[in-house]
Nanobody
Framework: QSQLVESGGGWVQPGGSLRLSCVSSGSSLGYYSIAWFRQAPGKEREEVSCISSSGQTTKYKDSGKGRFTISRASNDKAVYLQMNGLKAEDSAIYYC?????????????????WGQGTQVTVSS
């Protein structure tokens, strides 16, 4: 079983960068595909990016393409989301989630473990 803890959120001006971390306090994240989701007030939760358990496959939603990069730590104890060129519309609570799949699942319901989230606020 994996317990996930996110960190790295905060306040940043438009155009700035943040690096979110998702750390496992239990088993290695190498057994799981890991995704980042976000939810802004009054909006539905949306997937931002996912990385397969091997790290060889990544996917990004249009909202983050070209600006966000997902990666794994070499020891498989953490997954990161590097966010550059942040915009006000990126403001949300960001959650990491783990799915016991080799590849990124299509449905959020396939993710068995979720962190508590970290707040990202982009404003001037």
């Amino acid at each position: 079983q994996s317990q996930l803890v996110e960190s790295g959120g905060g306040w940043v001006q438009p155009g700035g960068s943040l690096r979110l971390s998702c750390v496992s306090s239990g088993s290695s994240l190498g057994y799981y595909s890991i995704a980042w989701f976000r939810q802004a007030p009054g909006k539905e939760r949306e997937e931002v990016s996912c990385i397969s358990s091997s790290g060889q496959t990544t996917k990004y939603k249009d909202s983050g393409k070209g600006r966000f990069t997902i990666s794994r730590a070499s020891n498989d104890k953490a997954v990161y989301l590097q966010m550059n060129g942040l915009k006000a519309e990126d403001s949300a609570i960001y959650y990491c989630a783990a799915a016991n799949n080799w590849f990124c699942p299509e449905s959020p319901s396939d993710y068995a473990y979720w962190g508590q989230g970290t707040q990202v606020t982009v404003s001037s």
